[in-house]
């Protein structure tokens, strides 16, 4: 029966024609006779319990649909490969870093942060750009974004953060005044998330296509060599396309015309046979420097810039095949930060710490149990080999050999004894980089991450006067939408520790007759702000 499956790209089974005389069948695989009437007791009377086609058939569509992804449920996933261009195992051993030409298999999905899963393509927000790359030791998943810094220091403060960007529980949608009062009373409150805002008040925040944007691991991670030495690294995704974006009035006009206008881009180029590409480059630097940089490196809502540590290109990645099964595929992919390989390790930046839990414990929920690797869009493509059994649609279970460890079964096929089951190596496995951790168990950020104005006004004035107007009229126009006027205020207080012009510019668009002091004392608690 299985080779007659076919496959989809992912690899889930599909279901095609094999000719004009299929005959239509449950799930179970029993041929249909109707499939038009329920089976009733009589022409005119009441429809039976009885009728097992139609009850299969209903209870599959009433359940048909999963739980959205709580952020970034707007998302279109395309098949790819990436190139290795050139080797670096003076920073990293892992296999996908360093056999130049080697193509490893990759899939990756954009996506918009806030909006539902039918909300328009072009609204002013952040892009997803996640990447699985299946290589020969595992799955690993760069889950990044199209802007290089991030909104908050501390993972703690997400829930809070999406709360305050997505629909109020009351009305359910997020354009009414609230919601607009809700962002930016959070934002106005969490200074950190200035130099972000900068970005999405930007012209770089709206793509005119996935095809044309950036991406960004965001986080300082670390590559590990065959000595055990670590650097840290910041990943970059450069698109070969170039970079495009639309101004918000374009993006009106489209998001009305053509809601699907991104996913509708990325499928027409992609079936015409213009395959998009991004170059992978890393910035990688030592300890050394990480001391001597101005901001910490471990803080998410900061950039390395590229004058100081350039980005060297060390392959390619090309997008070439649009999925088959867009639920299968698309909807059931599961990146999660904590997918790394050997050769590669985290940092003790403080968000990502918190990512490392926060997607493995969502996805339990939106897949259904603790077996979605099991998914062939999920599965890696390596051998995989573990005790693991059972659970909510487990497809494959250790089998002929031992399932638990230690124990006493042979190695040796040959003997009568079981084989004993894999065994963990100290050689080629994961070890964690030995990074020495000390210190107090405590709830404050240390003072290397309070900076919360300088890179902001550095992105502000890297910016021609054109950009310039267009931040102007976002924010003005944003926070024209905000109802409460200390909250207005607020915001124009930050801005005046970014750029006086462009405070002055928004406090006269949103008509504020005195312009507010500077805001002082950015860490201070929040009662105080
Ligand atoms: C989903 C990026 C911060 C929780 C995603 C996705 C991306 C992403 C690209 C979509 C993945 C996909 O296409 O399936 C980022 C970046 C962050 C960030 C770049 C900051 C640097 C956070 C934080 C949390 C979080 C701080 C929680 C503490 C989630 C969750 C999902 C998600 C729960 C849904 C995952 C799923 O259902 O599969 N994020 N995120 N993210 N993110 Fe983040």
Redo the contacts with the bound molecule.
């Keep these: 029966m299985s080779d007659e499956l076919n496959l989809t790209k992912g690899g889930a089974p599909h279901q095609e024609p094999k000719g004009k005389d299929d005959i239509l069948t449950t799930a179970q695989g029993a041929p249909v006779a109707d499939n038009q009437n329920w089976l009733s007791a009589g022409p005119r009377g009441p429809q039976l319990l009885e009728d097992h086609v139609a009850r299969e058939k209903i209870f599959h569509f009433d359940h048909e649909r999963i739980?959205?992804?709580?952020?970034?449920?707007r998302?279109y996933?395309i098949h790819g490969t990436f190139e290795l261009k050139k080797a670096i195992p003076e920073y990293s051993h892992a296999a996908i870093f360093n056999n130049v030409g080697e193509k490893t298999p990759t899939f990756t999905?954009?996506?918009t942060?806030a909006g539902n899963k039918g909300s328009p393509d072009l609204a002013r927000d952040?892009?997803?750009?996640?990447t699985k790359f299946y290589t020969k030791e595992g799955n690993w998943d760069l889950?990044?974004?199209n802007?290089p810094?991030?909104?908050?220091q501390d993972?703690?403060?997400?829930?809070d953060?999406?709360h305050a960007a997505k629909p109020a529980p009351d009305r359910g949608f997020p354009q009414a005044q609230t919601a607009h009062d809700n962002f930016w009373d959070f934002i106005s409150l969490s200074p950190e998330s200035m130099h972000m805002v900068m970005w999405i008040m930007s012209d770089r925040t709206i793509p005119r296509s996935f095809r044309f944007m950036e991406g960004?691991?965001?986080?300082t991670f670390r590559l590990i060599n065959a000595k055990g030495e670590a650097k840290f690294v910041k990943f970059h995704w450069k698109p070969k396309q170039g970079l495009q974006s639309v101004i918000w009035n374009e993006a009106l006009k489209i998001n009305g015309m053509d809601p699907d206008f991104h996913r509708r881009d990325m499928w027409d180029s992609i079936e015409a046979g213009d395959f998009p590409q991004w170059d992978l480059g890393i910035q990688v630097f030592d300890e050394e420097f990480a001391e001597s940089f101005e901001f910490d490196v471990l803080d998410?809502t900061k950039i390395i810039p590229e004058e100081q540590v350039p980005v060297e290109i060390i392959g390619t990645l090309t997008l070439d095949a649009n999925v088959d099964n867009f639920f299968a595929e698309?909807e059931q992919?599961?990146?999660?930060?904590q997918n790394i390989v050997p050769g590669m390790d985290f940092s003790e930046d403080p968000?990502?710490q918190?990512?490392n839990?926060?997607?493995l414990?969502?996805?339990l929920k939106?897949?259904g149990g603790p077996n979605f690797t099991h998914i062939p869009i999920n599965a890696p493509k390596c051998p995989v080999h573990n005790f693991q059994q059972d659970g909510h649609m487990a497809m494959t279970n250790p089998k002929g050999r031992a399932n638990y460890e230690p124990n006493s079964w042979s190695g040796d096929m040959d003997d009568n004894r079981e084989p004993r089951g894999p065994r963990a190596s100290a050689e080629h496995g994961f070890t964690s980089y030995e990074a020495p951790v000390t210190g107090p168990k405590v709830r404050v950020r240390s003072e290397t991450f309070a900076d919360h104005y300088s890179q902001a006004r550095q992105f502000y004035i890297s910016q021609t006067a054109i950009e310039q107007t267009h931040m102007g009229n976002a924010l003005v126009f944003e926070l024209s939408k905000v109802e409460r006027m200390d909250i207005r205020k607020r915001m124009v207080s930050h801005l005046r520790h970014i750029d006086d012009g462009l405070a002055k510019v928004v406090a006269d668009g949103i008509g504020l007759t005195e312009m507010p002091e500077k805001i002082t004392a950015a860490r201070k608690p929040i009662d105080d702000l």
């Design positions: 739980p959205e992804r709580v952020v970034h449920a998302g996933g999905r954009f996506s942060v952040v892009r997803g750009f996640a889950v990044g974004n802007i810094v991030f909104f908050i993972a703690i403060k997400f829930p953060l999406i960004f691991g965001v986080h998410a698309t992919v599961a990146f999660c930060t968000l990502l918190g990512r839990f926060s997607y414990d969502t996805q939106r897949l």
